[in-house]
């Protein structure tokens, strides 16, 4: 990935990347002045267009705020609905003939999904000319089989673990550079005990997503302590999880994660992550309990209000280093993608409006812990420390990117039985050659 944000100027992204298919927009009264960049979408006003998606407040409020401009002027009106059940909601409202008008995909396993029951519908040619100021690898993640069907909105960061600088300074602990390094300091926190403290923290619940937070947690070790061929591999089958690089990564997993003495500061014994949510795991940092939680950098959401995000702040982000120092430094990433399951004009319109740098440029403004991988959003425009981090690391050529490995598998693996078992693994202390075995056995033939 690591495409480079080349700033373009916002005017010429505007005029060069919106559009609408529809053809009405060009007989449409003009809007006024206020609202002229919009024109292009106009001619649909008093439509309502669905769009159903696992972003909860506060981020669907971000969300929800970077198209109000847009609604206002164009008239359409975007009905959001987000849910901690998406990934199995989807596909029963799919089958049920109750399907939103879009749908923002995180995993593209589950995209490939949707596509085999026919209701998806291609994007716009303005979407899909819009696709064009991103990075080449973003559209094989929005396609099935080689054909184009859902436009990137956004990339994130998730090989980063949130501390506390503040607490790290009063203890006199620096932030580790090498697993080594990592490992040492979680030994040193772990003995030291100050006020019951733990060294890390965590949790994997998610509604019916739970789970997904561990997927995490062996996509970092597979990628930085195997490599990317390993991790690819995996990613297509022709490693299985029973096979020893995974098995081994697993055990690692355990050994960070499930370690008694290191986890679960500030909330329980291990189990206790799995009954704990990704929203709420990392709270015992700002009250000193827990001092690393591994999260991506959409988690900056999470936080509250009052706490101050920065190098000298309550808390802040470093990268997570490889589990072997010679591999380049790992980054896993995620994304989502909008796919629509009508055609109509005004779903068009939106979609068009929504695959543009335009769009992407006004979630920035309004979203602390968005980035986007749209080659016409100026980096300029990240103020927020963790943003500035994110896209650093995401547009690094010299880093071994991947893709969130579990999202690009099959769905019945990925967003299924992986996120089951690997509940199972925390929750029940399930073996891990079980654990394995389960997973391969989902694998879809």
């Known amino acids: 990935m690591a495409p480079a944000l080349l700033g373009l100027s916002l005017a010429a992204a505007c005029s060069n990347s919106s559009g609408s298919s529809s053809g009405s927009a060009g007989s449409a009264a003009p809007l006024p002045a206020s609202c002229a960049k919009y024109q292009p979408y106009a001619g649909h006003s ?100 080689g054909t184009f069907y859902a436009a990137p909105m956004s990339a994130n960061m998730k090989s980063l673990v949130w501390y506390s600088p503040k607490a790290f300074q009063a203890a006199g602990y620096t932030v580790p550079k090498t697993w080594a ?3 040492a300091l979680s030994d040193k926190i772990a003995a030291a005990g100050t006020n019951g403290s733990k060294p890390w923290c965590g949790g994997i619940g998610s509604g019916t997503a739970t789970g997904w937070p561990a997927t995490d947690w062996l996509e970092e070790v597979v990628l930085g302590g195997q490599g990317s061929q390993v991790y690819d591999d995996w990613v297509s089958h022709k490693v299985k999880f029973s096979d020893p690089p995974i098995i081994q990564s697993m055990q690692t997993v355990a050994g960070w994660m499930q370690n008694p003495a290191w986890v679960n500061g500030g909330i329980g014994d291990v189990k206790s992550i799995a009954t704990t949510t990704f ?43 490889p589990v072997n120092p010679a591999l380049p430094v790992p980054v896993e990433g995620g994304g989502e993608f909008l796919a629509a399951f009508s055609s109509r004009p005004e779903v068009q319109a939106v979609q068009n409006y929504l695959s ?3 769009w992407a440029t ?27 981090l994110s896209a650093k690391a995401l547009t ?45 056995s989902a694998w879809p033939q």
């Open 356 to 358: 543009t740098a335009d």
């Open 46 to 145: 008093g439509t309502t267009v669905t769009m159903f998606a696992s972003i909860l407040s506060p981020e669907s409020d971000s969300l929800e705020k970077s198209w109000a401009e847009f609604s206002t002027c164009t008239g359409i009106k975007i009905s959001y609905e987000g849910s901690n059940d998406f990934e199995s909601q989807l596909p029963v409202r799919v089958a049920g003939g109750n399907t939103p008008d879009l749908a923002i995909i995180p995993q593209p396993g589950l995209l490939g999904q949707m596509v085999k029951t026919g209701k998806v519908v291609k994007p716009p040619a303005q979407t899909v000319t819009n696709e064009d100021q991103w990075s080449p690898i973003w559209k094989t993640y929005g396609s099935v089989n």
């Open 181 to 183: 390094d990592l490992k």
């Open 279 to 321: 929203q709420d795991a990392g709270a015992p940092v700002l009250t000193g309990k827990c001092w690393m939680l591994q999260q991506a950098s959409f988690y900056e959401a999470q936080w509250p209000k009052t706490a101050k995000v920065g190098p000298d702040g309550d808390v802040f982000a470093f990268q997570l280093p």
């Open 396 to 440: 690094d050529t010299s880093v071994a990117f991947r893709f969130d490995a579990s999202d690009m598998m099959p769905a019945a693996v990925g967003s299924g039985e992986e996120w089951k078992a690997f509940t199972a693994w925390f929750a029940e202390g399930e073996s891990i050659p079980k654990v394995a075995a389960d997973v391969d």
């Open 362 to 388: 006004s979630r920035v403004k309004v979203a602390p812990g968005w980035v986007s991988a749209n080659h016409g959003v100026d980096q300029s425009l990240y103020t927020d420390p963790i943003d500035q």
